[in-house]
């Protein structure tokens, strides 16, 4: 899996040129579907339905086996930080439920506890500093897996949002399924999300949270 990590990253990249010792600053973003092409994708992380994180399905593998070796590394070794390495954007190891991830550090809220983003699910948490350690340069070579998207064509009112996210979870979250790329702004997607785990019948979550009425169709300007 290392030299399958390593091939991931270019080698006239700059991440390839790192000391071996020195710190992480930043991480290769994933590759991304053009307008038009459908994409095989996890839904890894919901803030609402016009923001959310995908996970590529096949990537996965290198992820989760990426998880275990920073697991068996951070149990025997320290790898730890300096206050001085802690400035927002820094790239870092963090614990979270037993696991390490790889994380973003978005703002320090004191000088023990941190905001910070996971790269490869979306996830926003909140950290205490002895969680945090350096990102050995190993850790970095697989490109950051979690990419920001939205719903095409759907609009969410205050007065249903709360209806709107719990069902929205119930059908994507942690769930594999097939997006057909409408838009794309920058490093954001704007996805038609399809259910495709049904045999012969295509869930269309877009129109289904629609027809719900837990959204509405978004006017075209």
């Known amino acids: 899996i290392n030299n399958i990590i ?19 600053s930043a991480l290769v973003s994933p590759a991304l579907p053009n307008t038009g092409e459908y994409f095989d994708l996890v839904v890894s992380h919901i803030v609402s339905p016009i923001e959310f994180y995908v996970q590529s399905h096949s990537s996965l593998p290198m992820y989760k086996s990426l998880s275990t070796q920073m697991k068996n590394y951070y149990i025997s070794n320290s790898s730890d930080l300096v206050s001085t390495d802690l400035n927002p954007g ?4 963090v614990l979270d439920s037993h696991t390490w991830l790889r994380a973003k550090l978005v703002r320090s809220l004191s000088s023990s506890l941190f ?7 979306g996830k926003l ?14 850790f970095s070579q697989l490109p950051s897996q979690a990419t920001r998207a939205k719903l095409a064509g759907v609009e969410v009112r205050d007065n249903e949002l709360e209806e709107g996210m719990v069902w929205f979870k119930h059908v994507a979250l942690g769930k594999s399924l097939v997006g ?20 012969e019948v295509d869930i269309v979550v877009n129109s289904e949270m629609i027809s719900l009425g837990l959204a509405r169709r978004k006017a075209v300007k």
Request: aromatic residues 6%; charged residues 25%.
């Open 125 to 138: 948490q909140l950290v205490s500093k002895e969680n945090i350690k350096k990102l050995e340069r190993q």
């Open 180 to 199: 057909l790329v409408e838009d794309k702004f920058g490093e954001e997607l704007v996805f038609t999300l399809y259910d495709t785990s049904v045999e």
């Open 90 to 93: 820094s790239i870092f190891a």
């Open 115 to 121: 905001c910070v983003r996971m790269v490869d699910t």
């Open 6 to 24: 390593h091939n991931q990253i270019p080698t006239n990249h700059p991440l390839s040129k790192i000391l071996p010792n020195s710190r992480v």
